[in-house]
């Protein structure tokens, strides 16, 4: 019912930047909070950022000042603009949405990957 289309990624050099979107063809179901989780193999997958529909981001200590998120309602879209990139930055990064369809149900991306090395 719900899919999320991912684009952007790639590699970069450390210092660099990459912009990732996402958008969610939610049928006309209310899309909620949207955002962006990664994940590297091994460890839990963690938050990157989030927006409500609101506006209002919410980010991980990791990238507060190096990344931004933004949304466009209109489009049921989300960009993530990750400047100045750090090896450790490197992971799949996944866009999930909460829709409200009847209950708030969570929807996730395929992934795509970013991969900062010099």
């Known amino acids: 019912q719900v899919q999320l289309l991912e684009s952007g990624g790639g590699s970069v050099q450390p210092g660099g930047s990459l912009r990732l979107s996402c958008t969610a063809s939610?049928?006309?179901?209310?899309?909620?909070?949207m955002g962006w989780f990664r994940e590297v193999p091994g460890k839990t997958r963690e938050l990157v950022a989030t927006?409500?529909?609101?506006?209002?981001?919410r980010y991980a200590d990791a990238v507060k000042g190096r990344f931004t998120i933004s949304r466009e309602n209109a489009k049921d879209t989300i960009d993530l603009q990750m400047d100045n990139l750090k090896p450790e930055d490197t992971a799949d990064y996944f866009c999930?949405?909460?829709?409200?369809?009847?209950?708030?149900?969570?929807?996730w991306g395929q992934g795509i990957q970013v991969t900062v090395s010099s």
């Open positions: 999930k949405a909460v829709v409200f369809i009847k209950v708030l149900t969570q929807y």
């Open positions: 939610s049928s006309g179901f209310n899309v909620n909070d």
């Open positions: 927006i409500s529909r609101g506006g209002v981001a």
